[in-house]
């Protein structure tokens, strides 16, 4: 089974709608990941706390988003807070491995986001259309130790952990483990 990842649907939760993502979205996340320094910190885009993530001009991220919205071998959607209709993060099923009906996981939720359940049901909605209308078997991340937030949300969704990555990040001179998750097909319970 090849899964269709050119179809760009829209998901409806309670919480959040997951919509295609567009290019100028790209202007609501760079502003999400500049006004949010813990973006940086809890994805490894930067090694200390002083350290500025590295942008790119807003062209530039407007045509990576505009290309991922015709992209045929990734899934990137806008995660919408139903609430507030704002634009406050993206969902990333990618890196389709056709052989073995896999692919890898990311998010990226604001701070208007948080704490609230959307990441919960955002990453909940992806990951049963990436079982139900994909095909995917497999469906992996990678998070890193100081994020115990996230691996709780992954974990409440259904990813296991599978194994760490030991000492993966340097960040403010200490290292940092990652942690590797998935959740499988056979596993899966809306």
């Given at each position: 089974m090849t899964a269709d990842?050119?179809?760009k649907p829209t998901l409806e939760g309670e919480l959040v709608t997951l919509r295609p993502i567009r290019a100028e979205d790209a202007d609501v996340i760079d502003a999400i990941i500049r006004e949010d320094t813990?973006?940086?910190r809890l994805t490894g885009s930067v090694n200390a706390s002083s350290q500025e993530p590295e942008g790119?001009?807003?062209e530039r991220l407007r045509e990576i988003y505009g290309g991922w919205a015709e992209a045929d071998d990734r899934l990137v959607l806008a995660v919408i807070d139903r609430g507030s209709g704002g634009l406050v993060g993206e969902v990333v099923l990618a890196g389709w491995d056709e052989g073995n009906r896999s692919c890898w996981f990311r998010t990226l939720i604001g701070a208007a986001g948080r704490g609230r359940g959307l990441g919960t049901e955002a990453t909940r909605l992806i990951v049963d259309?990436?079982?139900?209308?994909l095909g995917l078997h497999r469906i992996t991340l990678?998070?890193?130790?100081?994020n115990p937030r996230a691996r709780h949300v992954y974990e409440k969704v259904g990813f296991v952990h599978e194994g760490t990555g030991r000492e993966a990040l340097l960040f403010d001179g200490e290292w940092i483990d990652v942690?590797?998750?998935a959740v499988l097909e056979s596993n899966w319970t809306a």
């Open positions: 990842f050119a179809a813990e973006i940086a790119m001009p807003l259309y990436g079982f139900r209308v990678e998070v890193y130790d100081f942690h590797y998750m």
